[in-house]
């Protein structure tokens, strides 16, 4: 899979002389051109016009003659476009759309010469006069979320990718690939790893690799908050393996994954959240296959409250809550304010036999993410355990609603 850059060279919209809707779809910025409809106007102005100006009020032909101004200058503007002048293809589009600020053709093919030119503010700017005027328009959506990309505006990036992709903008596999691999890398660089590497198994179920996806893959699994741009020579080879490891696990090969994972610790043995990562990946398989990894991981980077929060709870799973009770009393030391730390803590209270204590935590935990199903479900099991029915009742009819909504059940960020 070849990702393109701004600098390439991609379609564009397909349209006739002034903006007039050939019937084509538009195309992403990084779709290859496949044809050109572009039906040249020749403006004729006979001598017999002049005799008719007297039988026409003077305001109908000054619509004329700006109807007929808008076509010449949006036409120059396609002509210019065609033949790669682009600074003066913005230019003449920029003064066409003066004329006609509603015309949507040329609000995108303004937004994609300023795209193509990396003026990525003016692109956002153009796509959102677009978008004023279509809101549900998917390839302007996708694409103005790859100029905010650009521009840093990671948060609406993410927004605007997503939303191009629910309007449409992938329907074509290549362009889904594409908007799906810059999801991926805003997810990761906004330090939402598990989402980011869930996006990422689609690859891996298509069989879709790339050099470029094992590294924004490894970026995900070692939990580093960068774009793959910004990566180093010297990261290089630890992000391709940890990509390569992951990418053959997410693929169902899991004796080539465990063979790829062990290669990697031999050859990074102190690379941090490697074994921490590996770890997440085998919960699918339960805790005993886990907790062995989160244990590697302390041993290796022991201030990782990330790994010490996944070992206790691996503990408390396969009911060892008393091996999980220090890790536990830790993370939620360091961290008080986090859920998953007053979550762990208060089950293992709970399991050790200390109800009420239990119940504290988990109240606590409530508090700081009222939608964390692991949170209601141990809440449940502590009022049933205390003797408040009415209380526990209540919180399993709450489970049952969020399990239907499809809540997710996670500890891990």
Avoid at 190 to 200: M, T, W
Avoid at 306 to 326: H, T, V
Wanted: charged share 20%; aromatic share 8%; net charge negative.
């Amino acid at each position: 899979m070849q990702f393109c850059t701004p600098n390439e060279q991609h379609a564009w919209p397909h349209e006739c002389g002034a903006g007039r809707d050939c019937g084509q779809p538009l195309c992403l910025p990084f779709v290859v051109r496949s044809c050109q409809h572009i039906r040249k106007r020749m403006i004729h102005v006979s001598a017999s016009l002049f005799l008719l100006l007297a039988f026409f009020p003077f305001d109908n032909l000054a619509a004329q003659n700006s109807s007929s101004s808008f076509e010449q200058v949006a036409t120059a503007a396609a002509a210019a476009r065609d033949a790669n002048d682009v600074p003066r293809a913005i230019e003449l589009y920029t003064r066409a759309l003066r004329l006609d600020p509603k015309w949507q053709d040329g609000w995108w093919s303004l937004g994609m010469l300023q795209y193509e030119s990396e003026a990525y503010p003016a692109a956002t700017d153009a796509l959102s006069q677009l978008l004023a005027l279509q809101p549900n328009a998917g390839e302007a959506l996708a694409v103005r979320g790859l100029c905010e990309l650009e521009t840093g505006d990671y948060p609406q990036a993410l927004a605007d990718i997503r939303k191009g992709l629910a309007f449409g903008a992938a329907d074509d596999a290549s362009h889904g690939e594409i908007l799906l691999y810059h999801e991926a890398i805003l997810l990761t660089r906004l330090g939402r790893f598990s989402e980011a590497l869930k996006v990422y198994s689609t690859f891996a179920e298509h069989k879709v690799s790339s050099p470029e996806l094992l590294v924004a893959i490894g970026l995900a699994g070692l939990r580093i908050p960068l774009l793959p741009k910004d990566v180093t020579a010297d990261q290089q080879a630890l992000l391709t393996a940890v990509g390569d490891a992951t990418f053959k696990f997410m693929e169902g090969d899991q004796m080539a994954a465990q063979r790829a994972f062990n290669d990697l610790f031999q050859r990074f043995p102190t690379a941090r959240n490697a074994h921490f990562h590996y770890g997440n990946l085998l919960l699918a398989f339960g805790p005993e296959a886990a907790a062995p990894q989160f244990q590697k991981e302390l041993e290796v980077a022991p201030d990782n409250a990330d790994a010490r929060i996944m070992f206790a709870w691996s503990l408390i799973m396969q009911n060892r809550p008393d091996e999980a009770l220090p890790y536990a009393k830790r993370v939620a030391q360091e961290e008080p304010e986090r859920a998953a730390s007053q979550l762990i803590l208060g089950r293992t209270l709970l399991d050790t036999g200390n109800t009420a204590a239990g119940i504290e935590h988990l109240q606590h935990a409530l508090k700081l993410q009222p939608d964390n199903l692991e949170v209601h479900i141990a809440l449940a099991k502590a009022y049933s355990k205390s003797g408040r029915d009415d209380d526990a009742r209540g919180e399993r009819a709450l489970c049952l609603r969020m399990t239907q909504k499809g809540a997710a059940s996670l500890v891990h960020p």
